[in-house]
């Protein structure tokens, strides 16, 4: 059987964006019929009070380790997310998703990935239009492999971060850039067949830079991408629907 790995790492999605895209949305309603609920941090300064968006996101990680057989490890993912202002200065996340996956150094297996976490955002000092937030946030994603083999795969991680914010407003519509310190933990493991214990791989860096944006169109439409620089640039897009809050 095989025990080979990727040079470019453990998790490599495969499969076309729009492909990925239906597989999510399905799943993710299967999930809100079923009432199971996934949670994960945006990376994003506090939203208005009472602010709920309801939306689809691309991310892609891309670490450096110092351990196992590889030296470097990629995977990309397209989820469901919510994102909810609960209080005036606090606003809770969640993202969620699941689909079929091929690892071309595993071609016996076959994967089902899936994605989910927990994060808070933390308005913590604000003078218009400058304000500073705090965000933490964990995440998992797991590769299940359902043939006789066994490769299971997992990355998990939490990422602190720092960041100053500022608002604008350009044509009635809102605008927020932010930047900051990051500070994250990973740690990926890869299962080999015939071994209950799975192979370990931890980062070589754990400070990195964050920056990013989002903008809110007609009190409705909501946009946000940022870029995590850590090893090589990783990053989120994502739009979604906004219902209530203020501007």
């Known amino acids: 059987p095989p025990e080979r790995y990727s040079s470019q790492g453990c998790h490599i999605a495969a499969g076309g964006a729009m492909k990925r895209v239906l597989r999510v949305v399905v799943a993710g309603a299967l999930m809100l019929v079923h009432a199971h609920v996934l949670h994960a941090q945006i990376v994003s300064p506090a939203i208005e009070r009472r602010a709920i968006e309801l939306g689809l996101a691309y991310k892609w990680f891309d670490r450096d380790v110092q351990s196992g057989p590889v030296d470097e490890l990629k995977w990309e993912v397209a989820t469901l997310y919510a994102r909810y ?46 304000e500073v937030a705090l965000t933490a946030h964990y995440q998992t994603v797991f590769d299940n492999d359902a043939s006789v083999w066994n490769f299971d795969k997992r990355t998990r991680g939490w990422n602190v971060d ?76 994502g739009i979604a629907w906004r219902i209530g809050g203020e501007q």
């Open 85 to 130: 202002g609960a209080f005036d200065r606090v606003t809770l996340s969640a993202e969620g998703g699941t689909w079929d996956v091929s690892h071309p150094d595993f071609p016996l297996s076959y994967f089902r990935r899936y994605t989910m976490g927990g994060g808070v955002a933390v308005r913590a000092l604000e003078r218009s239009p400058w």
């Open 162 to 237: 720092a960041l100053l914010a500022r608002r604008f407003s350009v044509r009635n519509q809102y605008l927020r850039a932010w930047a900051g310190p990051a500070y994250v933990d990973d740690r990926a493991e890869n299962s080999l067949w015939g071994s209950s214990e799975p192979v370990v791989h931890e980062p070589e860096s754990h400070w990195g830079l964050v920056a990013g944006g989002e903008m809110v169109l007609w009190n409705h439409v909501s946009g946000l991408a940022y870029v995590l620089f850590l090893d090589h640039p990783q990053g989120r897009m």
